[in-house]
């Protein structure tokens, strides 16, 4: 199946953001929660290019961060809840809004990784005039 065209940008975003292959979309992308499959079960497109890092954990942490502590002022100087309603009401939420999004936000990396033929950096020598 190597002759399938090469995805537009926004298909490569969805097919991220639905944690399917990065090149048919169709096969899915994890076999676990974050844990890959070594091939796509419908194009077989090997999966060892992926490097995802720390980078979808990054983003999120910085995203629900933002999120999480605009919101806990905000309850804070309206209402002045106790410690305790405090740890209640963060707690979930700060768990619910780091692990939702984090295997879309990963899936969606790996497939702009794939889209833009990202690489680790290597020496380029060039002619110089």
């Not at 809840?81 to 939420?93: D, E, M, N, S, V």
Request: hydrophobic share 50%.
């Amino acid at each position: 199946m190597s002759n399938l065209a090469r995805p537009t940008l926004s298909q490569t975003i969805l097919r991220g953001l639905a944690c399917k292959c990065p090149r048919c979309g169709k096969g899915k992308l994890f076999s676990g929660f974050l844990t890959l499959r070594p091939a796509c079960e419908a194009c077989e497109q090997d999966y060892a290019f992926i490097d995802a890092g720390d980078g979808p954990a990054v983003f999120i942490i910085l995203i629900a961060g933002f999120i999480v502590v605009a919101a806990a002022l905000v309850v804070e100087v309206k209402y002045q809840p106790a410690l305790w309603i405090h740890a209640a009401l963060w707690i979930p939420t700060v768990l619910a809004v780091t692990l939702w999004p984090l295997r879309a936000m990963k899936s969606l990396l790996i497939s702009l990784q794939f889209h833009h033929k990202a690489a680790e950096g290597r020496v380029v020598s060039r002619n110089r005039l």
